[in-house]
């Protein structure tokens, strides 16, 4: 369960249109959590200290802050803000522990920053931001991809409902819950799908003992009957329920692809969902093979490697 009382929007001062902040104003409209709007701003000339004095690189960092709020405030004018709304510009060389920082200062419960769109294709840029957050962030991170506001007809949740490991079950109801928070929240059709390994060759040869049809057709059965289980408990259609072989990465494309996704919902922490070695790659593969927002969710207890 994702209880929202306060919502953090980055800023991407390059970008005209900025859909992250239409998410957090919808958002809060929804919820009646509080907006804070961030951009963080970083010029190089401040380093220049042979050049400059100590009372020159201040004056100039004051003269820039001043006019990167100016343009902040600019650039979301013609945007409707809640009443709630709080607006802030960061000096800070690490865009990273800036948004960091100020999540945790405002207390946040979700952070929500877009996505960049490359400028001759309809793909977006996985930015190394982007990977910093959904692999360090303690808390919720939505990516955003659309200029335009979908609604979120369609969200699929990514779950690991295949073994008994304590860590994969707790995430597995937190993943869950906060799915069926959004749901709610935007009358949605909730999907869960859960992906399993394939049998290793060495094991898939048949022997007097086992045919590897047998087995497989047994593993295949434990999953689609683990996830069904699970799916019954929270209330979930059987045919929202997918159960396929394969890499996570690969089946969670597919049938995000498949149902036409709005928002899919990953885990991801050091012990559980895609650990932080290879979230990035995987993250970044998925990200360029769906057209929808991304939410990534921390096991509770996460601490957040900060460098």
Known sequence: MIDIN?????????????????????????TGAKLMVLMTVYHPTYDLTTMLSPQE??????????????ALSDLIESYELPHRTLTAINW???EYDSIVETAAEEQADIIIKST????TVTSHIFMPIDWHLMRKSPIPVLLVKHNEWP?????????????EDRNHNDLNEKLTSTAEDFARLFSSNLHLVNAYPRIPLPIAKSSPSFTFNALNSAIQNHHKEALYMFGLRHHIRGDNLYAQEGLPEQVIISVANN????????GSSS????????LGNTAEHIMNNINCDVLTIKPDGFISPRH
């Open 6 to 30: 306060s919502v953090l929007v980055v800023i991407a001062p390059s970008q005209i249109e900025q859909p992250a902040l239409r998410r957090g104003i919808d958002l809060v409209n929804k």
């Open 92 to 94: 800070n060389k690490r």
């Open 271 to 278: 012990q559980t969902g895609f650990t932080n070695h290879n």
């Open 57 to 70: 690189r201040e004056e100039f960092r004051a003269e820039y802050i001043a006019d990167q709020y100016q």
């Open 259 to 266: 149902i036409h996704a709005d928002l899919l919902i990953i």
């Open 116 to 119: 960049k769109q490359h400028d």
């Open 151 to 163: 609604s979120y007809a369609e969200i699929l949740a990514a779950v690991n409902t295949g073994d």
